[in-house]
């Protein structure tokens, strides 16, 4: 049986975005928040989970919420990209199998503590699989992965390794998946280089409380 099923467990879903969210029963809650942190503050819920509106998720998505204490599904390309939609999904998520931040359930007292930028270890449940459906505009992304490289240089980069970042367009190369959609390797080095300045920036800024 379904953890979401069972009498007494409250789940709640906070989503990301101003889209739709997946289909679900009548007694879950359901909250939007600006970020992980805000939306686990908020949540109450025995089991949260959190979704991005981006994208698009089947009709057993649900189901999965809770059948282990970290528990997400993958994110798949949708359909009829054009140009900017391959360079964010290619740099994003590149047909990797790992779980996403915007599509993850935690069992709340499990989980004490999340992440506030990824989903952390957890199990792959199928069901929890998506489409990535709404994917921005290149101008977008690029103030998108600026502001992410930004906190994640603050959170995660010591001030001396900032000079490092110089060399994370090289890196970010070797590791994303380009050569699967060769027109999108000047928009993967444009943004390579956005996520180098940006991350240069945050750990010179110093550290964010995490």
Do not use: C, Q
């Not at 999904?89 to 709340?108: H, I, Q, S, T």
């Not at 000047?186 to 010179?204: D, F």
């Amino acid at each position: 049986m379904a953890v979401v099923a069972e009498v007494g467990v409250r789940v709640t879903v906070v989503l990301f975005g101003n889209g739709e969210g997946p289909r679900l029963a009548a007694d879950v809650t359901v909250l939007r928040a600006a970020s992980r942190e805000e939306g686990w503050a908020r949540a109450g819920g025995d089991v949260v989970a959190f979704f991005d509106t981006r994208y698009e998720a089947g009709p057993e998505w649900e189901l999965a919420l809770g059948v282990a204490d970290t528990v997400g599904g993958y994110v798949r390309p949708g359909d009829r990209y054009g140009w900017a939609e391959w360079v964010y999904y290619v740099v994003e998520y590149g047909w990797a199998e790992r779980l996403a931040a915007g599509n993850v359930a935690y069992r709340r007292g499990a989980v004490e503590r999340i992440d506030p930028l990824l989903p952390g270890a957890g199990v792959h449940d199928a069901r929890m699989d998506v489409r990535l459906a709404r994917a921005p505009g290149f101008g977008a992304y690029l103030r998108e992965r600026y502001a992410y490289s930004r906190d994640w240089g603050a959170r995660y980069v010591s001030p001396w390794a900032a000079v490092l970042r110089v060399g994370l367009p090289l890196l970010v190369l070797t590791r994303v998946p380009w050569w699967r959609r060769p027109l999108t390797l000047p928009g993967v080095v444009v943004v390579s280089a956005v996520m180098a300045v940006g991350e240069a920036a945050g750990a010179l800024n110093g550290k964010v409380n995490s």
